[in-house]
T-cell receptor, first 111, second 111 residues
């Protein structure tokens, strides 16, 4: 199994631009999670889906962030418009039995 | 979810056993103890989890005290590749699947 796949691995953009991060969970996993990691705040959960349905989005910082899971094999996290404080590493994880498996992350830099 | 307390950092000599403690005095009866680690610039990696009994797998052993208020992760023969931040997390095994990461223990293996 290829594990959780995230793209792009690195993204550099300018303030005000739209950013879309992508995640492909492990096949057969029915829950998907988006996390953000910064030096100041550590690793924090943004949103998670179960069977493609958003269950808890209380960690989404504000309306500029949105996440979708149109099918069991794909999810996106969109930031529009992006701001410098959104610079972080964004991780996607998936699970079917409680143990979460993480992707390699997307390092986002907003100038 | 129950909170955990871990020492911020530890050193261990290569080839020796690394013992990482975790306090979780407010753990509930249905909450498991999970351990993850994060090697620099990578996504968190699952290590092991347990409820009451001690557990062992190919990576580590988990010792949980009888009152379940604390636990110890043991890496039996630490190598340089075990240098990472180790997170102890308590959560129910079913229902709410969120993982709440604290600040963890930064383990450094000394050659």
């Amino acid at each position: 199994d290829a594990g959780v796949i995230q793209s792009p691995r690195h993204e550099v953009t300018e303030m005000g631009q739209e950013v879309t991060l992508r995640c492909k969970p492990i096949s057969g996993h029915n829950s998907l999670f988006w996390y953000r990691q910064t030096m100041m705040r550590g690793l924090e959960l943004l949103i998670y889906f179960n069977n493609n349905v958003p269950i808890d989005d209380s960690g989404m910082p504000e309306d500029r962030f949105s996440a979708k899971m149109p099918n069991a094999s794909f999810s996106t996290l969109k930031i529009q418009p992006s701001e410098p404080r959104d610079s972080a590493v964004y991780f996607c994880a998936s699970t079917t039995s409680g143990t979460q498996y993480f992707g390699p992350g997307t390092r986002l830099t907003v100038l | 979810d129950a909170k955990t307390t871990q020492p911020p950092s530890m050193d261990c000599a290569e080839g020796r056993a690394a013992n990482l403690p975790c306090n979780h005095s407010t753990i509930s009866g249905n909450e498991y103890v999970y351990w993850y680690r994060q090697i620099h610039s990578q996504g968190p990696q699952y290590i092991i989890h347990g409820l009451k009994n001690n557990e062992t797998n190919e990576m580590a052993s988990l010792i949980i005290t009888e009152d379940r208020k604390s636990s110890t992760l043991i890496l039996p023969h630490a190598t340089l590749r075990d240098t990472a931040v180790y997170y102890c997390i308590v959560r129910p095994n079913f229902g709410n699947e969120k993982l709440t990461f604290g600040t963890g223990t930064r383990l450094t293996i000394i050659p």
